[in-house]
């Protein structure tokens, strides 16, 4: 069974648009996270939820707006879609990231293409 | 610039080499882990080093940390083309909450 999974895999659409991506964990996870990756497949942190709530929101346009309704989801809604917001969208999800360190589990991306 | 700088960021060996790479960072760590992406494809997360330690094996991989130097190498032995990825080292911050990735080192094994 997928452990983390994000639909959609792809996604293409116009500028201007508003879509959102959606995620699911089944680890039983308490933190999941939302990343962009970039054409240069540089990955940046964009949110972090912690028990359906935000702890990291690291300078996003408010454009993007995360949802967490349970601690197995964490949802992506993106308003007014601009042609930089094209990249790969990965959600991952790990126990509540300690001074220990935490294994995180990423999703399979999304494929946003904005035209 | 960044947290994590992989270097180099590109690499291509025969099966059967070893391949060896990279990671500065910048700041004080908890911790340093290493993940790899193959194509099109999510993370996968290889081996976290704690900063109290220098070196650690798992499989075919071997990673060490110099927190003096702030750097980090992880060398795959006897490499196949299945290892054919991009490799990412990934820093936590201070609290603790946060991992930030570095640019990757793209693999290529040729078979």
């Known amino acids: 069974d997928t452990a983390v999974s994000q639909t959609p895999k792809y996604l293409v659409t116009q500028m201007g648009n508003d879509k959102s991506i959606k995620c699911e964990q089944n680890?039983?996870?308490?933190?999941m996270y939302w990343y962009k990756q970039d054409s240069k497949k540089f990955l940046k942190i964009m949110f972090s939820?912690?028990?359906?709530?935000?702890?990291i929101n690291e300078t996003v346009p408010n454009r993007f707006s995360p949802k967490s309704p349970d601690k197995a989801h964490l949802n992506l809604h993106i308003n007014s879609l601009e042609l930089g917001d094209s990249a790969v969208y990965f959600c991952a999800s790990s126990h509540y990231l300690a001074v220990g360190g935490e294994t995180q589990y990423f999703g399979p991306g999304t494929r946003l293409l904005v035209l | 610039s960044q947290q994590g700088e992989e270097d180099p960021q590109a690499l291509s060996i025969q099966e059967g080499e070893n391949a060896t790479m990279n990671c500065s960072y910048k700041?004080?760590?908890?911790?340093l882990q290493w993940y790899r992406q193959n194509s099109g494809r999510g993370l996968v997360h290889l081996i976290l080093i704690r900063s109290n330690e220098r070196e650690k094996h798992s499989g075919r991989l071997r990673v060490t940390l110099d927190t003096s130097k702030k750097s980090s190498s992880l060398l795959i032995t006897a490499s196949r083309a299945a290892d054919t990825a991009s490799y990412f080292c990934?820093?936590?911050?201070?609290?603790?909450?946060?991992?930030?990735f570095g640019g990757g080192t793209r693999v290529l094994v040729k078979p």
């Open positions: 990934a820093t936590d911050n201070a609290a603790g909450n946060k991992l930030t």
């Open positions: 700041t004080s760590i908890n911790n």
């Open positions: 680890l039983g996870h308490d933190t």
């Open positions: 939820y912690n028990n359906k709530e935000l702890i």
